[in-house]
C-alpha cells in the first residue's frame, strides 16, 4: 500500500532503507523523544523494524519525498475503531511541513479506509515541535497522563494526549 500527500509519500519499509535509517537515527531529539527506540540503534534493529518483527503492525511506512527516505511515520490499529499515530523525520529535512503532510495523508487513510474513529498520539510536553505538527493537522489537545513513559536514562516524563476524530482533519 502506498499513499500519496501533497510532497509526500508514504510507502511500505524494505531492507533497502535500512542505510538510510542508520544515517539519521541516532539523531539526539529522536532519541530524546522517542524513548522506545533502542540505544545505541543497531543494524539488527533496523532489519528488524523494517521487516516489522517488532509488533508495529501493517499501518507503518516510510515517508519519501524526492526518492529520499525523510522519516518514519505508522499507526497502530487498537480494538474499537481507535488508532494511534508516531513519527519522526531526518534532522536535515525538519520545518518544511514534511510530517504535518504525512501525518494528514496517515489520518485521511485511517479514517478512510480503515474506517477508524479516533486517532490519537501523545507527544512530551516539551516537544513543542511535535505538538505544532499535531494541531496543524487538527488534532485537539486532550490533557495530560501523568508519569506516563518511562525513559531509557530512568526518568519518568508526562505526556499531553492529543485525539483527531473524523471531519475534524484541516
Ligand atoms: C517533531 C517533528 C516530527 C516535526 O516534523 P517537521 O516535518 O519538521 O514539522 P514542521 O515542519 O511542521 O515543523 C513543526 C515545528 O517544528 C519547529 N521547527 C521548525 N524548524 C525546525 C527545525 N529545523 N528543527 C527542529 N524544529 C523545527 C517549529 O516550531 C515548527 O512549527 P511552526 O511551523 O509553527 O514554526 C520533527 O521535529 C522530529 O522528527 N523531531 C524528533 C522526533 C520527534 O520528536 N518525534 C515525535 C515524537 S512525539
Redesign the pocket.
Known sequence: MTLRGEAVTLRPWSEEDIPAILAVIEDP??LH??PLIPRPYTREDARAFVNDEIGLGPHHFAIVVEDRVV?SIGMQVNDGGTGHA????ARS????????DALRTLCRYGFDDLGLRRIE???DPD????Q??AE?VGFQREGVLRSHLLHPDGRRRDSVMFSLLPGELT
Open positions: 531529539d529522536i523523544w522517542i522519516g508516531g513519527y519522526w523525520c529535512e525538519r520545518g518544511r511541513g514534511i510530517v504535518p498520539l501523545i507527544t516537544n513543542h515541535s511535535s505544532r505538527v496543524k
